[in-house]
């Protein structure tokens, strides 16, 4: 932006003019501290705002200049405000007074920014001095005498300050400028009473305002002094800005007042008559005046308004040539104008982020100028036009950057249409090219994205600009090229001046110019896990590069040739490696770089490069005449050219008949090697090619010999015999073969031959290499043939010369060979009884046979595959060998031809029933001629083998597992019927003591059935105790008859256990918790194999469940006999418990008897019992006498306990029995299942029916 004058580009703010401040001096010791505020004042206030062209803050700050006290402000009118001609006269810049810059047609000159940034304030600050009487010693009687001589003296020195301010406030108020005093005072006078006084006197006499006019300061510290100029910028602030309104107002009268006046037609002016600025000049200068006050108060809408306005009357001026003549002053300086006006506007819309507006603006801007410039004869075929044209991309470019220094973020473009539109946008590349253009336009206008309303960062610009120039210098060479031949051409008023301009410099001068700073922000902007922008960043190299050519400083653009060859390399970039090799090669001759020169043609070749481009010998008689006039730096040694990331300059393709041979046998290949089309490389003088192998085959050098017939052919065939290994120290030197080593454009030389080793091995072609003899250079070039280069889909197998016909390769690894032993004839078989059960070792028979003539060492692996079905550790086992995954190397020994052995593979499962998965390897190795080679050959000599003559076997097997028995358990609780020790009891406290008055005991009854399908032999059953201090087992079923289990079980045969288990629970047994099983079942058992014998034997475990028992509260237990005889007595005994661990029991019995009852009772009818303490029991006994035969109900008992539980009284509320019914159990069939079952204990689940609470018992009464 140095190109356009500052003051139409900076942002403008309201000035303050700061005067009465000393010149600046630097704090020192012993300084004046009035010298030392007056340098604290200057720093801070220089330092609010600083002028420049990005600043889209807010802050109330001012633009401060340091003026004189006595500063005096530049007249309104040439003539004196007491002058009869001043209302008719105008301002020294207007274009009506003759002497000013702008007469009689000008617009608006820089120097009018200047008046109202440097020359002209909003407010004027004027720091002064307030009088201090000097401080003396004094008599007693001196004081009244002395104190009106002070006051004498204050007031003197008042009138002379308040006359002093009244000067520079007429002068102030003559321009509408604001007048602010700050006096200067010491910290004693601030505690003075009279101070205030004195101050309203110089305000009232001075004609001061009496707001935001006067201020006392002191000297303070550096920080206070910082406080009171921001307090003093924002009492100010809106004074400055009623400044800058009425100047609006008044430009604003003025353009009311001028499109009056002028709305009359006015006849144009005669021949030689001054031509005034016309009525869109006038409309010009009011709008641009008005933006620049609106910018002054930070009114940024309003400025952005009004530029454009201004900028949309220049349009209508440049559009005629009548109102501005091109090629004129004020057209130059009307074209500067709007260059600005652009930039500003641009400006306002990115301080806003309104981006695409912004780029809009200025796109628009060079494309209506452009329009223009062809109307003026400025078109696209002049340098200037292209000058233009790099000045706004370099102006904007600088836009965007300052503003990336501050707060301006480029935003970043991608795509967030929805995957349908991204699916559009793919299928419209499948379609014909008429409806895909229409579906691409849409898919298009559905991504919602304008290339050209995309904002790009500032490098991009830049490079715009660096473009533009280089067509400024095309231009300019065209426009001196025909000044040269003396043509007739029209030259314009700048050529003479665009003779002096470096454009070369321009484009590359380092730090701040078009390429090197794009090149600089293209680094910066770009992501670094982004490759297309490194792309970018090495093109804009790339041209630095060729500019670096073009201005002859061919060791800079080496440099950057050479790093940028290494990326285009890389990434296969030919076409854009192309031009550079040529611009590099030019370099290279240039500077006298021999050796370069070399590599470069040899990679030109490569590509197919011609230097001339009408002549394909070209690149070859370079390089020849290179190695015709030059010596290498070292001739002791080859030259070689490193082409490991180059295009190689034969393209090259490996073709073997077969792709799997057995040792010993020969396999047919083919090596073409095919020329560039391009380039000719015939009289390039080859005189060898040398071909090496993988393994230790020889390599084999071909020699040049010239052909017996004229010419180079197209198609040659060298034959290269057989190639195989060498058995001895003689035999291993090169094998050499003559042919002719000449290549025309497109031509191809096919080498054939055949190979074979004695190992296994991989074999291909690793490396090729040319060599090249001329004079003192022999250049050797590598070629490596495993390198991809472009070339037809499939390879090709010369099968005939004459006719040539070729035989298509369509397979994969066509260019090696792999070289492997004899395979091995082994037998393996594999049997077993499926499925494996679990709990066993499952036995897996492996017969191995050998029908080869060789005797063979045979080795099994074994892999059991993991599973995430279950944590159980299964196992496979070989003889000694045990893991849980891989068991390697089981020996088989050494079979002899015809014979057989086999090895046993256990597979032990665990767990859930599922499929197992072994991998079973027999690997078969040849050892007679590997050991006795071994024994008689060093291991480090050439004929010592390398590969042992192994072979392997797979086998992967899937055993299905299954259970053998399932077990099926059920638990019932039965209560105590022992008698229950009193609270007192001392063998309660015993250690040894077993309290079952809880819970009782449990009685667990197993279902023990086979579900294997071949069936099994159980030989032992047993319940292995393992009691703890909650359970133990008193007796199981097992125990009496075990012999009844031991027998063979099949399929779906079941049994039956019943185990008994007391149980105990403490204090600190926690209901619903489980209690541990004490013991498990466990059961020795063997397969029933195919043949009825048995299998190894196995054993299964089956733990007890674990026992939740539940626990009564308040329970009773009637003991009744299962009979009876007629008339003969029995006892009926009723046990009441009261198991609650915290509640007593108030207990009423009640026998009810009736006429019709079978039995005559003797005992308690209806009674209460003593209170029944938690843990407490009490036992009722009556006689019965049967009087009638067969099954027979007892009396009807039934038992309330009196006492209630708070909790339960709302539940109980309408219970008219007095009381809770008490359960009564008959102990002959008393059964619970356990808590976990879903047993209730709460109080909806005591309250039941009457008669399911007293049922009554039945006792069988015989004769």
């Known amino acids: 932006m140095n190109s356009y004058p500052p003051e139409l580009l900076a942002q403008l703010a309201p000035v303050m003019f700061v005067g009465g401040l000393e010149p600046p001096q630097p704090p020192g010791q012993g300084k004046d501290p009035f010298a030392v505020l007056s340098w604290r004042l200057r720093e801070s206030l220089l330092h609010q705002r600083k002028v420049a062209i990005w600043q889209p803050e807010r802050a109330r700050k001012f633009q401060v200049v340091i003026a004189d006290k006595d500063v005096r402000f ?55 001095r307030i009088y201090e009487y000097p401080q003396a010693e004094r008599a007693p009687l001196e004081t009244e005498e002395i104190d009106q001589q002070r006051e004498t003296e204050e007031r003197r020195k008042d009138n002379e300050l308040c006359a002093e301010i009244a000067q520079r406030k007429r002068i102030a108020a003559e321009r509408g400028v604001k007048l602010t005093v700050v006096l200067l005072a010491s910290r004693k006078m601030l505690d003075e009473a009279v101070l205030d006084v004195r101050l309203t006197y ?254 790009q960062h500032p490098g991009f610009y830049y490079y715009m600009a660096a473009k533009c120039t280089e067509r400024r210098r095309e231009r300019f060479l065209s426009a001196l090229d025909a000044e040269a031949k003396e043509e007739p051409t029209t030259t314009s008023p700048g050529f003479t001046n665009e003779k002096k301009v470096d454009h070369l410099a321009l484009v590359l001068e380092t730090g701040s110019q078009l390429y090197t700073r794009s090149y600089e922000l293209f680094k910066a902007f770009s992501p670094s896990n982004t490759q297309g922008h490194s792309r970018l960043t090495l093109w804009i190299a790339y041209c630095i590069a060729q500019t670096y050519y073009e201005s002859g400083k061919f060791d800079m653009a080496v440099r ?122 015939a009289s390039l003088p080859f005189v060898s090619l040398s071909i090496h192998f993988s393994s230790d085959l020889p390599p084999v050098t071909i020699r040049h010999t010239p052909a017996v017939y004229e010419g180079t052919p197209s198609l040659q065939k060298i034959d290269l015999g057989y190639i195989a290994s060498p058995t001895s120290e003689a035999e291993s030197e090169d094998k050499e073969v003559e ?47 495993s390198a991809t280069h472009a070339g037809p889909t499939y390879p090709k197998w010369l099968n005939k010369i004459e006719p040539w016909t070729f035989v298509p390769i369509r397979r994969e690894h066509y260019s090696t060979v792999t070289v492997r032993h004899r395979p091995h004839k082994v037998e393996v078989n594999i049997s077993h009884h499926a499925p494996a059960l679990i709990g066993e070792e499952f036995p897996i028979c492996v017969d191995v046979k050998n029908f080869d003539d060789r005797d063979m060492d045979i080795v099994v692996d074994a892999l059991l595959q993991p599973t995430e079905i279950d944590e159980a550790e299964n196992f496979i086992r070989i003889g000694d060998d045990r893991s849980t995954s891989l068991v390697k190397g089981a020996s088989l020994g050494v079979i002899a031809p015809g014979a057989s052995t086999s090895i046993t593979l256990h597979l032990a499962s665990a767990g859930a029933a599922y499929d197992r998965v072994i991998d079973i390897s ?55 019927l022992r008698k229950q020790p009193g609270l007192a009891d001392l063998a309660t406290y015993s250690h040894e003591f077993w309290d079952d008055g809880d819970v009782g005991e449990a009685i667990v009854t197993t279902s023990i059935s086979c579900t294997a399908p071949s069936g099994i032999v159980v030989e032992a059953v047993k319940v292995v105790r393992e009691n703890n201090n909650q359970a133990h087992v008193i007796d199981s079923s097992t125990e009496q008859s075990e012999e009844d289990f031991l027998s063979e079980w099949l399929s779906g045969d079941e049994f039956c256990d019943r185990c008994r288990i007391g149980l105990a629970i403490g204090e600190d047994y926690i209901q619903g918790e489980d ?38 509260a308040l329970v009773a237990l009637l003991h009744a006999p299962p009979s009876g005889k007629l008339h ?12 609650h661990p915290s509640r007593a029991a108030n207990i009423v019995v009640h026998l009810e008897t009736d006429t019709t009852d079978s039995f005559v009772v003797a005992g308690l009818r209806s009674g209460r019992i003593p209170i029944l303490l938690p843990g407490a029991e009490e036992s009722l006994v009556w006689k019965l006498i049967p009087v009638e035969c067969g099954f027979v109900k007892v009396p ?68």
Request: aromatic share 8%; net charge neutral; hydrophobic share 40%.
């Open 74 to 128: 530049p007249p309104r009118k040439l003539v004196p405000p007491d002058d009869p001609q001043y209302q008719n006269s105008h301002s020294p810049l207007s274009p009506l007074t003759p002497t000013s810059p702008l007469y009689p047609d000008g617009l608006i000159a820089p120097i009018w920014i200047r008046k109202h940034t440097t020359l002209i304030p909003s407010v004027l600050v004027v720091f002064m």
């Open 1075 to 1112: 209690i541990a099983g004490p013991g498990m079942y466990e059961l020795s058992w063997r397969r029933i194999l195919p043949d009825g014998t048995y299998g190894p034997t196995a054993t299964s475990r089956f733990p007890l469940p674990p026992l939740r028992p539940p626990v009564d």
């Open 739 to 785: 042919g002719s080593l000449r290549w025309r454009p497109d031509g191809r030389i096919v080498f054939s031959g055949s190979v074979s080793s004695d190992v296994p091995t991989i074999i291909k072609i690793t490396k090729l290499i040319l060599t090249l003899r001329e004079g003192s250079w022999q250049i050797q070039v590598p070629l490596f043939p």
């Open 1128 to 1139: 003969v007595p029995f006892l009926l005994r009723l046990d009441i418990r009261n198991r």
């Open 560 to 681: 950057f040739f050479e790093r940028i060859a290494k990326t285009y390399r890389r990434e296969k970039w030919g076409s854009l490696l192309q031009p550079l090799l040529t611009a590099w090669y030019s370099c290279a001759q240039q500077m006298g770089d021999m050796e370069l020169s070399v590599r470069l043609l040899f990679e030109m070749l490569g590509h197919g490069i011609r230097t001339q481009q009408d002549d394909a010998d070209s690149t070859q008689e370079d390089l020849s005449a290179v190695l015709k006039s030059s010596v290498p730096s070292i001739t002791e040694e080859p030259f070689v050219i490193d082409s490991s990331d180059l295009e190689p300059i034969l393209v090259s393709s490996t073709v073997f008949w077969r792709n799997d041979v057995i040792v010993g046998e020969a396999v047919a290949f083919q090596l073409s090697l095919t020329a560039r089309p391009t380039v000719s490389m």
């Open 1196 to 1263: 009807h008992i039934r038992v309330l306990d009196r006492r209630r539980d708070p909790q339960d009284l709302a539940a109980i509320a309408g219970d008219s029995r007095g009381g809770e019914i008490v359960r009564i159990v008959d102990v002959r069939w008393d059964g619970r299942s356990g808590a976990e079952d879903g047993v209730q204990s709460d109080v909806v689940g005591r309250r039941r029916s009457v008669e399911e609470q007293t049922a009554q018992p039945l006792i069988l009464v015989l004769p």
């Open 202 to 455: 110089i305000r009232r006499n001075s004609g001061l305002d009496p707001r935001a006019a006067l201020f006392v300061l002191s000297p303070v510290s550096q920080s206070e002094v910082g406080e009171f100029v921001h307090s003093l910028q924002e009492a100010l602030w809106e004074p400055a800005l009623e400044y800058y309104t009425n100047h609006s107002k008044r430009v604003r009268r003025k353009r009311n007042r001028h499109s009056q006046a002028v709305s009359a037609y006015s006849l144009p002016p005669l021949r030689g008559e001054v031509r005034p600025l016309r009525t869109e000049g006038w409309s010009v200068r009011y709008e641009y005046k008005l933006a620049c006050f609106a910018e002054f108060r930070g009114e940024d809408e309003v400025a952005l308004r009004h530029y454009q306005d201004a900028y949309a009357s220049l349009l209508v001026m440049f559009g005629s040539t009548a109102i501005l003549p091109p090629r004129t002053k004020r057209w130059a300086e009307a074209k500067v104008l709007a260059d600005c006006i652009n930039m500003k506007i641009c400006k306002l819309y990115l301080y806003n982020n309104e981006h695409s507006l912004a780029l809009s603006t200025h796109n628009n801007h060079m494309r209506k100028f452009a329009d223009f410039s062809r109307g003026w004869g400025i078109g696209e075929e002049t340098f200037e036009f292209w000058s233009w044209l790099a000045r706004q991309h370099r102006a904007f470019a600088e836009l965007l950057e300052q503003g990336t220094r501050s707060t301006l973020t480029i935003p970043t473009h991608f795509s967030t249409s929805p995957p349908a539109v991204a699916a559009a946008a793919a299928v419209a590349q499948t379609l014909d090219s008429s409806q895909r253009t229409i579906l691409e336009m849409e898919a298009m206008r559905m991504l919602g994205l304008n290339p050209t309303q995309a904002l």
């Open 922 to 976: 027999v690997q078969s190795r040849v050892v007679a001629v590997d050991d006795v080679v071994s024994g008689l050959t060093p291991p480090g000599s050439p004929t010592a083998p390398s590969l042992a003559d192994r072979d392997e076997a797979l086998r992967t097997l899937v055993i299905p597992a299954v259970e053998p028995i399932r077990v099926e358990q059920q638990v019932l609780y039965n209560r105590s």
